[in-house]
């Protein structure tokens, strides 16, 4: 990988100049920490959560869907705990303004602003909730708060038994969900990293009690093989064990997925073992039996919880600063993202070498026919090695040229974005050789 520097400048840029990720309402300045996801940012983001959704859901025997709203009756959030300690410790600098979380200053500093460098200018630390607030119905008063969820997660508890009907589910088993979380965080940031409306992949497994520490352990390996299988470099991945400062007052125990930004490591994912805290809530402001009664064994307890939580958006992010590089072929500087191909927004670029002896009518027929298959895309203007950087920019594995030949003999190259081999192919066999390369793709 070529030494990039600034690499986050030049990504930002990259989204916003190829179409992957805009400022939302850019044109009223944009809105701090939102963003909208452009053509290519858009399929790309729909791949990673079918590639979510196929290992976590449809591959498997043992996990149920679930879309569950997004505004829940306002006591879910006192039962999770929100209401009381979803908060953040937040501080102001009385000299310029600035606005920090409490838990991120430097210790050694204490008073003194991160941003204008004055001593003894910040104020006490308050708490401050994290969850948006707003109300059902035309009168806003206490009586018709609502929140918007700040995870997926509680949708899925309250219809834990709801679903095991349903489906005929035997414990263990558990339910996933793709969905919008909101977060009112004090310091949003890192582009697409932080921000205050977002999207988690979450699952919940339901267990035994005792069982519990083995499927941890279990989830845990699984959920980092998704990584490495997304295209994610190995050794920018590494598990970060919560210290017992760190652990939520409801987990037994937890780890972060973590992956090396350029602006550090950081959380990616969270494993947690929930033990049976939120259906012990649920049943209690619920006034609902939560317990599970098993028939074969005749026992009753709350099942306890494996939680996988991941954050699509950054997960996005995270697939596109890994896929960047900058090399240089036949003394030609190129930007490339090097996405797998399972999850790159666009599969295969087609074109003509030239626009004239017939070539275009043949590449036309040759998208049309690819098109029942892959999302690709026609391009006649330029010269090919121009046409070929633009598809590599965009993270497009494979360029398909129909040549002088392919007038005589029905085959096309087709060339291969990160090795740059050409191999020639029947046109009629591009389908099965794409499909064969992207099956056996892995990330060097
Ligand atoms: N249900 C557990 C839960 O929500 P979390 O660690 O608060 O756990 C899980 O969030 C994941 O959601 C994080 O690992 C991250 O990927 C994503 N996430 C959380 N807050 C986010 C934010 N403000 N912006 C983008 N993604 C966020």
Request: a neutral charge; proline letters at 4%.
């Amino acid at each position: 990988m070529a030494t990039i520097d600034k690499l986050m400048d030049k990504l930002v840029s990259l989204c916003k100049r190829r179409g992957f990720i805009f400022q939302s309402s850019e044109i009223y300045g944009g809105l701090n920490s939102c963003y909208d996801y452009g053509p290519l940012g858009v399929e790309l983001k729909r791949n990673v959560k079918e590639f979510w959704w196929k290992a976590m859901v449809q591959s498997r025997d043992d996990i149920e869907g679930l879309d569950a709203s997004i505004l829940m009756h306002p006591r879910v959030w006192e039962a999770s705990g929100h209401v009381a300690n979803f908060t953040d410790p937040m501080v102001d600098c009385k000299i310029c303004k600035g606005r920090f979380r409490a838990d991120e200053l430097n210790d050694k500093k204490p008073g003194q602003c991160p941003r204008c460098g004055n001593k003894d200018s910040l104020t006490e630390a308050r708490q401050f909730n994290l969850m948006f607030k707003t109300f059902m119905g035309p009168v806003e008063d206490a009586a018709n708060v609502v929140y918007m969820r700040p995870e997926t997660a509680q949708g899925i508890y309250v219809n834990v038994y709801n679903v095991m009907q349903a489906s005929r589910q035997k414990i263990p088993f558990g339910i996933a969900q793709i969905g919008k979380a909101f977060r009112n965080e004090i310091t949003p940031g890192n582009f697409t990293f932080r921000t205050r409306e977002f999207e988690q992949m979450e699952m919940q497994f339901f267990v035994k009690p005792g069982t519990d520490m083995e499927w941890f352990e279990y989830w845990k390996t699984q959920r980092m093989a998704w990584y490495d299988e997304l295209g994610i470099r190995k050794s920018k991945l590494r598990f970060h064990q919560h210290g017992p400062k760190e652990l939520a007052h409801y987990a037994a125990a937890a780890f972060d997925i973590e992956y090396e930004f350029p602006f550090g490591w950081k959380e990616l994912e969270g494993v947690h073992n929930r033990t049976d805290f939120d259906l012990k809530r649920h049943m209690e402001y619920s006034g609902k039996d939560l317990n599970h009664f098993d028939d074969a064994t005749r026992e009753k307890y709350i099942p306890y919880i494996i939680e996988t939580s991941a954050g699509c958006d950054r997960t996005v992010l995270t697939a596109l600063i890994d896929a960047y590089d900058e090399d240089v072929i036949e003394g030609e500087a190129r930007t490339v993202l090097r996405l797998a191909p399972a999850i790159a927004p666009i599969k295969a670029g087609v074109f003509p070498l030239v626009k004239k002896d017939g070539m275009p009518e043949v590449a036309t027929k040759i998208h049309h026919e690819l098109k029942k298959h892959f999302n690709v895309f026609y391009d006649d203007g330029g010269a090919i090695g121009r046409r070929y950087r633009r598809m590599d920019e965009a993270g497009t594995p494979f360029g398909i040229t129909v040549d002088g030949q392919t007038l005589q003999d029905q085959t096309v190259t087709v060339r291969e974005r990160d090795s740059l081999v050409q191999t020639r192919v029947a046109a009629d066999k591009v389908v099965p050789f794409m499909q064969e390369k992207m099956a056996a793709y892995r990330r060097e």
